[in-house]
């Protein structure tokens, strides 16, 4: 009815306007439509004086026997769900006295209840942010990119670091899991990139970082986390446990800064990079771009930032670990090889997210990519070059080493040694073997080229000659050439002669003569 959709004083400006206009116009200048303007030519009488909307029914509640069954849930069980209570009443009662019909009908009746009498719900209070006040940072889980390194899958976590008024943000690629090393690298990057800190530094419970660890680490990891915020003067706080909403504003971005790296992936045509750094170059580039895009903020918020410390702190674990007899180190239980020279001494590791940095004292003696593994496994990491020159002397200690498979430098030759296993006598695979590695540690290049020929090699269904690969990869040695010096003209000092003055001699014969 027009009544329930105008007003008594746009009825009496269609009227007025009505003789001037058309139908279209005068409903336009009367703010309704002109539907409703052809109901008020058939009528036009005031909406006041027509009857109100009616308030009975026209059919019978579909609800009346079950609805009070449904209210008693409603009552002693909150949080239940309508579907939840609708399958009950069909289980307890029956299809056809609750039909599928009557759904909707029960949603509504729920809601209009919840509404009314249901208990009260979570308030989200708006916050006034300051510049320069507040910085947050959070663990993403990026799998879903369906990134690849080289080819091959690489699974990982973003460290994300974003300012609360500006936006600016960091993304820092975690090979591991959520560390205090791979927080205090991803956060030290981010404000030294920034060129200042906040007054306070905000992140969730930390207990994803430190729930596998014992209370004693618990206790380390929180008390060098404060250390860590120590340093550059802000404030550590936390949210409370399990209530995300308190970081707001970087679990929402979290989601946004993975779908801008997936759109860019997407326009980048592959997912493939062919090194961690190339993969890190992209994440920091979608990052400086989206804070281009924010740099007034940004401007306006660097303006409040406090000053840098003078230098960067610690931003790695500390352990020390003996080198075995077997020239190995065990870290975070996986067996990492080492120079022998270092054979009985013990090393100050240095175990950052991506790398482990080894020291004897204060001298640096290697630096090697970190291996992960599940807690309820071991990794390997061997390095030939660490074990060659004594398997050179001892070279069917490879036949049955425990690390054998681990020492080969690439599938090329962990082919050649299956072959060879299979198709010669065991003493002399391991000599051939511990041949090729030997040449292969002279130099990268001889390494990836030999790995080429010994598959070419295996492809033509033959049998590698140490010898001929020895000579063909084995740097050569600069020959000795004998040089002739013929000797000077010395007849051509008696030129110079009238330049030195009196006294002075002439040469006559290779002699000189007064």
């Known amino acids: 009815m027009p009544g329930l959709h105008v007003t008594d004083q746009q009825v009496v400006r269609y009227m007025s306007q009505r003789p001037n206009h058309t139908q279209a116009i005068a409903a336009a200048k009367s703010g309704f439509s002109e539907r409703t303007a052809r109901r008020l030519d058939h009528d036009l009488r005031l909406p006041s004086q027509k009857s109100p909307e009616r308030a009975w029914r026209t059919r019978t509640d579909p609800l009346t026997e079950v609805w009070p069954r449904a209210l008693e849930m409603l009552k002693t069980m909150p949080g239940i769900m309508a579907v939840t209570i609708f ?17 909707r009908t029960l949603e509504r009746r729920v809601a209009d209840w919840q509404a009314l009498n249901g208990a009260d719900k979570e308030v989200f209070f708006p916050q006034r942010h300051e510049p320069g006040q507040q910085a947050q940072s959070d663990f993403t889980v990026a799998d879903a990119l369906g990134v690849t390194i080289g080819g091959e899958p690489f699974p990982h976590r973003l460290y994300h ?31 030294w990139k920034l060129g200042g800190t906040t007054v306070e530094h905000r992140t969730d419970s930390l207990s994803a970082a430190y729930k596998n660890l014992a209370r004693d680490a618990q206790l380390d990891f929180t008390s060098r986390y404060k250390d860590l915020c120590d340093h550059y003067g802000m404030t550590a706080t936390r949210n409370n446990p399990g209530v995300a909403n308190e970081n707001g504003s970087i679990e929402s971005s979290n989601l946004h800064i993975k779908r801008r790296l997936a759109q860019a992936l997407l326009r980048r045509g592959s997912l493939d990079f062919e090194s961690l750094d190339d993969y890190r170059r992209f994440v920091d580039g979608i990052c400086d771009r989206h804070n281009a895009r924010r740099k007034a903020l940004v401007a306006e918020e660097r303006e409040k930032l406090r000053p840098l410390p003078k230098r960067r702190t610690t931003d790695f674990t500390k352990v020390t670990v003996p080198v075995t007899r077997n020239s190995t180190i065990s870290v975070d239980r996986v067996l990492y090889s080492v120079p022998s020279r270092l054979i009985g001494h013990k090393l100050e590791v240095h175990l950052y997210d991506d790398r482990l940095v080894c020291f004897y004292g204060a001298t640096s003696v290697g630096t090697m990519e970190r291996v992960r593994v599940n807690r309820s496994e071991r990794g390997r990491k061997i390095d030939y070059h660490h074990v060659i020159g004594t398997l050179r002397r001892k070279p069917q200690a490879l036949r049955n080493l425990l690390y054998r498979d681990s020492l080969f430098p690439s599938a090329a030759y962990s082919r050649a040694w299956r072959v060879m296993e299979a198709g010669m006598p065991s003493r002399l695979a391991c000599r051939i073997m511990v041949t090729l590695l030997d040449i292969a540690s002279k130099d990268s290049s001889v390494e990836e080229a030999l790995g080429q020929r010994l598959d070419a090699i295996f492809d033509a269904g033959k049998m590698p000659d140490p010898v001929a690969l020895m000579a063909e990869f084995t740097p050569k ?16 000092y008696n030129d110079l002669l009238p330049l030195m003055g009196t006294g002075a001699s002439s040469v006559e014969g290779g002699e000189l003569l007064p």
């Open 477 to 492: 040695d600069p020959r000795a050439t004998d040089i002739t010096i013929p000797p000077p003209n010395i007849k051509g």
């Open 161 to 191: 670091f974003r300012l609360v008024y500006s936006g600016w943000e960091h993304a820092h690629v975690i090979l591991g899991g959520e560390s205090f090393s791979a927080v205090a690298e991803g956060m030290q990057d981010a404000l």
């Open 87 to 103: 399958e009950t009443l069909q289980e307890e009662f029956s299809p056809d006295a609750v039909p599928d019909t009557v759904r």
